[in-house]
């Protein structure tokens, strides 16, 4: 019955996703991946208080949602170069603020004990959730953005999906059972042929994939590959199986967290699939790798 929750759940969210990835503009996808933000963060300040945490609730919410009507405002629309600009100088000032932030709130509480682990849950928060899915809106700014942005989620969903059911068929060797039980080599290995197919796929047939997308009006001339050169087989490979090692530790991270607080989902909201947080830990680590290669991309 889990699997068929789980299987029902991915055939609603995918094509709605991938929509809002090749459609949408770029204010209306920040917008979206705040909400998505936003839940995932509730999720974790929930995990927080299984460590005894008592979170800073409402500042955490109302400095996540400023980063991102930052990105909503779509700063350098047009110019990619600027764009990342723009954005690589307000991360690293809201990352730098953060921690300033939050502690200057908590000054105020009467139980002093408490007031650092609040403020540190909270920093880390912005860090972990927001940032990531921040630059993965970014990214989508960028030339080709909506292949690249598509690509990633395909590099990711594929890898747990092949996870997933071969180390169910045929996982005999656990990878770390105090963290996550379940989770075999076996199931590793097949995740990382699996993103390296993507990966291969996608440098393969590229400018076919744009046509096809850009004949059904999901993507623009500008988010295909058309003003680039065929990405390359070699560096595709690589950059997937990179993404594919951060997608995977991002899973045993999420794990690792949730086995500290003593519980087994995040949450309940994504039948089959537990909490926001659960369906997006993978794609937190990997996120930023995708954006240091596209930001690198865009300056050379």
Known sequence: MNLLKRVGTAIVLIPIVLALVLRAPVPVLAIVTAVVALLAVRELLKLSEGYQIQPLVWPTYIFIGLFFLLLALNFGEGKPLLSTAVFAYSAAFAAALAPFFFLAIVIR?????SAFPAAMVSAFAFAYVALPLGMLVQVRQQWAGAILVMYVLAVV????????????SLGRHLMSPRVSPKKTWEGAAASML?????????????TAISSFL?????????????????????????????LNIAAQLG???????KRGAGIKDS??????????????????????????????????
């Open 109 to 113: 509480r009467s139980e002093m004990r």
């Open 157 to 168: 969903w594929t890898g747990d999906i092949f996870a997933y059911f071969v180390g169910r």
């Open 194 to 206: 699996a993103s390296l197919a993507v990966g291969w796929l996608i440098s393969t047939y590229a």
């Open 214 to 242: 850009l004949n059904l009006h999901l993507i623009t001339r500008g988010d295909g590959y058309f003003a680039l050169e065929k990405p390359p087989l070699g560096p595709v490979l690589l950059l997937s199986a990179v």
């Open 251 to 257: 899973d045993l991270v999420e794990s690792l967290i």
């Open 267 to 300: 949450g309940a909201i994504l039948p089959g699939h537990g909490g926001m947080l659960d369906r997006i830990d993978a794609l937190l680590f990997a996120a930023p790798v995708l954006w240091y290669y596209a930001a690198w991309r865009v300056m050379h």
